[in-house]
């Protein structure tokens, strides 16, 4: 099979006959079982379920006028192994969960079958998805296939080496720090954080700070996905405004002259790599070359103790609703967050969600009256090599987290924000690491993103940038 760039084009092909849904399937699955053994993608795979799925597909296609068929009929999707498959366990990247099979997919993978996906498997994390690399004791260390010996970045690592190695069209992934946007960064991908809101899950916590989304090779997969992902929920507590028209229709339109501030300094004073700002550099000169007014300077960040205490405390939460979770199996990093969790009151915690909300408001406020649009390093650094995060947790487990700071330094404000944020594949460093560059937009206008980068795919393409040991 000829190497498809997009998983709009997987979706094309198969429309058009030109190739069946288990051809696409049966490539993908050996190109992990070429690639899998270096990279470490996957925390499952059921390659008889996928089968069957394709199987299914393929007989739709045969009987279906195309212009019915799902957007995504036949396209293989792996699924971050925090969200409930049926019939797969969910590990959560941890010793300390249960092997117990789901009873029912979450609702993101019920859109996803309902658009056509097939479910090929689920990729790692680290355990709760909690720091920035993805090593847990589970699973081991997932690589990056520009260079193993570097880090995928987190928590949806498994999800992006999968797609930057070619072993799957798309990838499921999620983000309450960071977690779609850094691998995406480290891998040479798309990676969308969307709206506070905009996709809902079975069961939503109250801060709404994380969400899922995909990792993909462009903003046209990014944007298709995304409608599908959006669906409207009635049973959601809250619900993001609707977007004016499907997000894919944004993908080639006219963003208009905006006003752009481009920054490299970050809410919480983190060092920056030169590698990073250079790419930063880079988009904004690009930018003003597409007619953008670009401004080289700091927004009014929040101040970095009053970010840092609040978004600490809600992290700690995070083991929050895990099934059958044993204590005394958990990585010592996480223990440390659930004793920090189990040790905070109510009132603690409606303090730190307070904090944070006056914090966004500080930062939010400047959208559409300074400035129209955010530009930023996606991370701080380089990806970091394989295992630098366990650096001094011996003594004292809770620094993974701070370990992972520096990558998430740019990411996890807007989170607390709940705006729309977009990594772009602009960069590859001297050392041959991608280097993204993250868009920040209003909150709820993910189609301002959609627009603005698709002129920056279109001025300079990225798709067709495969490492190495894949080519």
């Known amino acids: 099979m000829t190497r498809f760039d997009s998983a709009l084009q997987v979706a094309a092909a198969i429309r058009s006959k030109q190739i069946s849904p288990v051809e696409v399937l049966e490539h993908y699955l050996a190109q992990a079982d070429t690639f899998d053994p270096t990279l470490n993608a996957f925390a499952l795979r059921d390659d008889e379920s996928a089968l069957a799925q394709a199987e299914d597909a393929a007989e739709k296609v045969a009987r279906t006028r195309t212009e019915d068929l799902p957007a995504f009929i036949g396209v293989p999707i792996p699924i971050k192994d925090l969200n409930d498959v049926q019939g797969w366990p969910t590990s959560y990247g941890s010793l300390g969960v249960p092997d117990t099979p789901a009873e029912a997919d979450c609702l993101q993978v019920e859109r996803f079958r309902a658009a056509g996906f097939v479910i090929m498997g689920k990729t790692t994390t680290p355990e709760f998805g909690t720091i920035s690399m993805t090593e847990s004791q589970r699973f081991g260390a997932t690589r ?8 995928s970045g987190g928590s949806s690592g498994g999800a992006a080496a999968a797609v930057a190695a070619g072993m799957a069209p798309i990838a499921h992934a999620s983000d309450g ?8 960064s480290c891998n040479g991908l ?19 700070a994380s969400t899922s989304g995909v990792v993909s090779r462009t903003v046209a997969d990014t944007a298709a996905a995304l409608d599908v992902l959006a669906a409207h929920d009635a049973g959601a507590w809250n619900l993001a405004p609707p977007p004016a028209r499907p997000f894919a229709q944004e993908v080639g339109a006219d963003p208009g002259k905006l006003r752009i501030r481009v920054a490299v300094s970050n809410p919480l004073g983190v060092p920056v790599d030169p590698a990073c700002a250079e790419a930063t550099s880079h988009v904004a000169d690009l930018l003003a070359d597409l007619g953008h007014h670009v401004t080289e300077s700091s927004p009014e960040w929040p101040q970095a103790s009053m970010f840092a205490e609040g978004f600490l405390t809600v992290w700690a939460t995070i ?17 440390a967050n659930l004793n ?13 969600t307070l904090m944070l909300q006056a914090a966004s408001r500080i930062l939010t406020a400047q959208f559409g009256r300074d400035f129209d649009l955010l530009v930023t390093p996606t991370m701080a650094v380089e990806p970091p090599l394989v295992g630098s995060i366990w650096e001094g947790t011996e003594a004292d487990p809770s620094l993974a987290l701070f370990n992972a700071m520096p990558m998430a330094a740019f990411t996890a404000m807007f989170n607390v924000t709940g705006q729309p944020a977009l990594s772009l594949p602009v960069h590859n460093s001297d050392s041959g690491l991608p280097v993204g560059v993250q868009f920040i937009a209003p909150p709820w206008d993910e189609a301002m993103l959609i627009r603005v980068g698709s002129q920056i795919e279109a001025a300079q393409p990225w798709s067709d940038r495969w490492p190495a040991m894949v080519l």
């Open 177 to 184: 720090g960071g977690s779609i946007r850094i691998p995406a």
């Open 340 to 352: 920090k969790a189990l040790n905070t009151s109510s009132i603690a915690f409606t303090e730190a």
């Open 319 to 335: 083991t929050a609703g895990i099934p059958g979770l044993d204590p005394e199996r958990i990585e010592p990093h996480n223990l």
């Open 144 to 151: 990056n296939p520009w260079n193993p010996a570097h880090t």
């Open 190 to 208: 798309v990676g969308l954080k969307p709206s506070r809101n905009r996709i809902t899950g079975s069961a939503e916590k109250m801060t709404a």
